[in-house]
Protein backbone atom coordinates (compact mmCIF):
# COMPACT_ATOMS: atom_id res chain seq x y z
CA UNK A 1 0.00 0.00 0.00
CA UNK A 2 1.54 3.49 -1.16
CA UNK A 3 0.86 6.33 1.22
CA UNK A 4 2.74 9.66 1.56
CA UNK A 5 1.85 12.00 4.13
CA UNK A 6 2.58 16.41 4.56
CA UNK A 7 4.18 17.77 7.47
CA UNK A 8 5.48 21.32 8.27
CA UNK A 9 4.02 24.38 10.07
CA UNK A 10 0.50 25.80 9.60
CA UNK A 11 1.31 29.22 10.09
CA UNK A 12 4.21 30.96 8.85
CA UNK A 13 5.24 35.12 8.80
CA UNK A 14 5.95 37.11 6.17
CA UNK A 15 10.03 36.44 4.88
CA UNK A 16 10.18 33.64 6.78
CA UNK A 17 11.18 30.17 5.59
CA UNK A 18 9.13 27.52 4.96
CA UNK A 19 10.28 23.90 5.19
CA UNK A 20 7.73 20.78 5.03
CA UNK A 21 8.37 17.33 4.87
CA UNK A 22 6.93 14.27 2.90
CA UNK A 23 6.78 10.88 4.44
CA UNK A 24 6.00 8.38 2.18
CA UNK A 25 5.71 4.76 2.37
CA UNK A 26 5.17 1.19 0.22
CA UNK A 27 8.15 2.52 -2.46
CA UNK A 28 11.48 3.29 -2.61
CA UNK A 29 13.25 6.63 -3.92
CA UNK A 30 15.70 4.49 -4.23
CA UNK A 31 14.08 2.60 -7.34
CA UNK A 32 15.07 3.64 -10.69
CA UNK A 33 12.21 6.10 -12.06
CA UNK A 34 10.71 7.20 -8.90
CA UNK A 35 9.92 10.83 -7.92
CA UNK A 36 8.45 12.75 -5.88
CA UNK A 37 7.04 15.93 -6.64
CA UNK A 38 5.41 18.95 -4.69
CA UNK A 39 2.04 21.14 -5.75
CA UNK A 40 0.18 23.53 -4.06
CA UNK A 41 -3.50 24.95 -4.39
CA UNK A 42 -4.26 28.23 -3.06
CA UNK A 43 -8.02 28.31 -1.33
CA UNK A 44 -10.62 27.80 -4.20
CA UNK A 45 -7.45 28.18 -6.84
CA UNK A 46 -5.99 25.67 -9.45
CA UNK A 47 -3.43 23.21 -8.42
CA UNK A 48 0.41 24.79 -9.33
CA UNK A 49 3.02 22.10 -9.59
CA UNK A 50 6.20 23.11 -7.78
CA UNK A 51 9.14 20.97 -7.72
CA UNK A 52 10.22 17.06 -8.33
CA UNK A 53 13.47 14.96 -7.19
CA UNK A 54 14.18 11.90 -8.68
CA UNK A 55 15.98 8.55 -7.72
CA UNK A 56 19.15 9.88 -8.72
CA UNK A 57 19.22 12.99 -7.12
CA UNK A 58 17.87 15.01 -10.04
CA UNK A 59 15.83 18.17 -9.34
CA UNK A 60 13.24 20.03 -11.26
CA UNK A 61 11.52 23.22 -10.28
CA UNK A 62 8.68 25.98 -11.38
CA UNK A 63 10.89 28.17 -13.56
CA UNK A 64 8.45 31.00 -12.05
CA UNK A 65 9.44 29.89 -8.13
CA UNK A 66 12.72 27.99 -8.48
CA UNK A 67 14.97 30.78 -7.00
CA UNK A 68 12.61 29.84 -3.77
CA UNK A 69 12.50 26.22 -3.26
CA UNK A 70 14.98 23.84 -2.90
CA UNK A 71 14.08 19.54 -2.90
CA UNK A 72 16.04 17.24 -1.00
CA UNK A 73 15.59 13.57 -0.37
CA UNK A 74 16.60 11.05 2.71
CA UNK A 75 16.19 7.89 1.08
CA UNK A 76 16.67 5.78 4.26
CA UNK A 77 13.93 7.82 5.84
CA UNK A 78 11.43 7.39 2.89
CA UNK A 79 10.86 11.65 2.58
CA UNK A 80 11.59 14.17 0.74
CA UNK A 81 11.88 17.54 2.17
CA UNK A 82 10.87 21.28 0.43
CA UNK A 83 11.88 24.70 1.78
CA UNK A 84 10.31 27.67 0.07
CA UNK A 85 12.17 30.90 1.12
CA UNK A 86 10.44 34.35 1.53
CA UNK A 87 6.98 33.16 2.41
CA UNK A 88 4.10 35.95 1.12
CA UNK A 89 0.64 35.69 1.99
CA UNK A 90 -0.16 34.59 -1.66
CA UNK A 91 1.95 31.45 -0.77
CA UNK A 92 -0.92 30.73 1.40
CA UNK A 93 -2.45 27.21 0.28
CA UNK A 94 -2.60 23.49 0.74
CA UNK A 95 0.04 21.59 -0.31
CA UNK A 96 0.78 18.25 -1.97
CA UNK A 97 3.08 16.05 -2.26
CA UNK A 98 2.88 12.78 -4.76
CA UNK A 99 5.15 10.21 -6.74
CA UNK A 100 6.08 10.31 -9.70
CA UNK A 101 5.60 6.70 -10.79
CA UNK A 102 8.12 4.44 -13.30
CA UNK A 103 7.71 1.61 -15.56
CA UNK A 104 10.78 -0.35 -15.55
CA UNK A 105 12.70 1.89 -14.49
CA UNK A 106 11.90 5.06 -16.57
CA UNK A 107 10.47 7.83 -15.19
CA UNK A 108 7.11 8.36 -15.58
CA UNK A 109 5.30 11.96 -16.18
CA UNK A 110 2.32 11.61 -14.10
CA UNK A 111 1.25 12.18 -10.11
CA UNK A 112 -0.40 8.51 -9.15
CA UNK A 113 -0.77 8.71 -4.84
CA UNK A 114 -0.70 11.51 -3.42
CA UNK A 115 -0.97 12.40 -0.04
CA UNK A 116 -3.52 14.33 1.98
CA UNK A 117 -2.09 17.73 1.89
CA UNK A 118 -1.48 20.44 4.81
CA UNK A 119 -2.57 23.37 4.25
CA UNK A 120 -0.52 26.78 5.29
CA UNK A 121 -1.43 29.98 6.05
CA UNK A 122 1.02 32.85 6.01
CA UNK A 123 -0.01 35.92 7.81
CA UNK A 124 1.70 38.05 10.59
CA UNK B 1 5.47 28.57 -18.71
CA UNK B 2 1.89 29.65 -18.31
CA UNK B 3 -1.24 27.45 -17.36
CA UNK B 4 -2.86 25.46 -19.72
CA UNK B 5 -6.40 26.35 -20.47
CA UNK B 6 -9.74 24.95 -19.24
CA UNK B 7 -13.15 26.15 -19.40
CA UNK B 8 -14.49 27.54 -16.01
CA UNK B 9 -17.30 24.40 -15.71
CA UNK B 10 -19.15 22.56 -17.73
CA UNK B 11 -22.51 20.77 -16.85
CA UNK B 12 -24.43 17.79 -17.79
CA UNK B 13 -26.85 15.58 -17.00
CA UNK B 14 -26.98 12.39 -15.49
CA UNK B 15 -26.71 9.52 -18.14
CA UNK B 16 -25.26 11.98 -20.88
CA UNK B 17 -21.67 12.60 -22.27
CA UNK B 18 -19.27 16.00 -21.38
CA UNK B 19 -16.01 16.63 -22.82
CA UNK B 20 -13.38 19.12 -20.98
CA UNK B 21 -10.70 20.56 -23.10
CA UNK B 22 -7.63 21.42 -22.27
CA UNK B 23 -5.50 24.04 -24.37
CA UNK B 24 -1.65 24.16 -24.34
CA UNK B 25 1.06 24.85 -27.21
CA UNK B 26 3.28 23.08 -29.00
CA UNK B 27 5.93 23.20 -25.70
CA UNK B 28 3.74 21.03 -23.85
CA UNK B 29 0.55 19.65 -24.89
CA UNK B 30 1.40 19.59 -28.35
CA UNK B 31 4.66 18.13 -28.02
CA UNK B 32 4.41 15.19 -25.56
CA UNK B 33 2.07 12.38 -24.91
CA UNK B 34 2.40 13.46 -21.36
CA UNK B 35 -0.88 14.65 -21.02
CA UNK B 36 -2.83 13.66 -17.71
CA UNK B 37 -5.96 14.36 -15.93
CA UNK B 38 -7.24 14.34 -12.38
CA UNK B 39 -10.44 14.47 -10.42
CA UNK B 40 -10.75 16.19 -7.16
CA UNK B 41 -13.49 16.70 -4.97
CA UNK B 42 -13.98 18.87 -2.52
CA UNK B 43 -11.69 18.61 0.48
CA UNK B 44 -9.82 16.29 -0.97
CA UNK B 45 -6.37 15.30 -2.98
CA UNK B 46 -6.36 15.35 -6.24
CA UNK B 47 -6.81 11.61 -8.31
CA UNK B 48 -5.11 10.45 -11.22
CA UNK B 49 -8.29 9.66 -14.15
CA UNK B 50 -5.90 9.79 -16.94
CA UNK B 51 -2.59 9.49 -18.05
CA UNK B 52 -0.15 9.56 -21.20
CA UNK B 53 -3.65 11.38 -22.91
CA UNK B 54 -5.43 8.39 -23.06
CA UNK B 55 -4.82 5.54 -20.64
CA UNK B 56 -6.41 4.71 -17.69
CA UNK B 57 -5.22 3.25 -14.15
CA UNK B 58 -6.20 0.57 -13.02
CA UNK B 59 -9.64 0.69 -11.16
CA UNK B 60 -11.04 4.12 -13.10
CA UNK B 61 -13.68 3.47 -14.88
CA UNK B 62 -14.36 3.37 -18.42
CA UNK B 63 -16.64 5.87 -18.88
CA UNK B 64 -13.28 8.00 -18.73
CA UNK B 65 -11.57 8.59 -22.03
CA UNK B 66 -9.04 11.37 -23.02
CA UNK B 67 -7.65 11.93 -26.54
CA UNK B 68 -5.58 14.78 -28.27
CA UNK B 69 -5.49 16.97 -30.89
CA UNK B 70 -2.32 19.39 -31.58
CA UNK B 71 -2.45 21.58 -28.83
CA UNK B 72 -5.49 20.52 -27.61
CA UNK B 73 -6.09 17.83 -25.02
CA UNK B 74 -9.80 16.54 -23.96
CA UNK B 75 -11.33 14.52 -21.27
CA UNK B 76 -14.86 12.92 -22.10
CA UNK B 77 -16.61 11.66 -19.13
CA UNK B 78 -20.03 9.32 -20.77
CA UNK B 79 -22.72 7.92 -18.95
CA UNK B 80 -22.58 10.97 -16.33
CA UNK B 81 -22.92 10.08 -12.69
CA UNK B 82 -24.10 11.96 -9.71
CA UNK B 83 -20.69 10.98 -8.62
CA UNK B 84 -18.58 12.95 -10.92
CA UNK B 85 -19.38 15.92 -9.93
CA UNK B 86 -16.37 17.69 -9.25
CA UNK B 87 -13.18 19.97 -10.01
CA UNK B 88 -10.71 18.48 -12.42
CA UNK B 89 -7.52 19.21 -13.90
CA UNK B 90 -5.06 18.68 -16.73
CA UNK B 91 -1.46 18.79 -17.01
CA UNK B 92 1.41 18.34 -18.82
CA UNK B 93 5.22 17.50 -18.99
CA UNK B 94 6.97 20.37 -20.51
CA UNK B 95 9.71 21.36 -22.82
CA UNK B 96 11.62 22.57 -19.80
CA UNK B 97 11.39 19.48 -18.04
CA UNK B 98 8.73 20.46 -15.44
CA UNK B 99 4.74 20.05 -15.26
CA UNK B 100 2.09 22.71 -15.65
CA UNK B 101 -1.38 22.36 -14.74
CA UNK B 102 -4.61 23.48 -15.90
CA UNK B 103 -6.54 26.19 -14.49
CA UNK B 104 -9.36 23.50 -13.39
CA UNK B 105 -12.93 22.86 -14.52
CA UNK B 106 -15.67 22.64 -12.45
CA UNK B 107 -17.97 20.04 -13.60
CA UNK B 108 -21.82 19.98 -12.22
CA UNK B 109 -24.74 17.16 -12.70
CA UNK B 110 -27.44 18.78 -13.09
Known amino acids: QITLKESGPTLVKPTQTLTLTCTFS??????????VGWIRQPPGKALEWLALIYWNDDKRYSPSLKSRLTITKDTSKNQVVLTMTNMDPVDTATYYC????????????????WGQGTLVTVSS | QSALTQPASVSGSPGQSITISCTGT?????????VSWYQQHPGKAPKLMIYDVSKRPSGVSNRFSGSKSGNTASLTISGLQAEDEADYYCSSYTSSSTWVFGGGTKLTVL
Open chain 1, 98 to 113: ARSDTIFGVAEYYFDY
Open chain 2, 26 to 34: SSDVGGYNY
Open chain 1, 26 to 35: GFSLSTSGVG
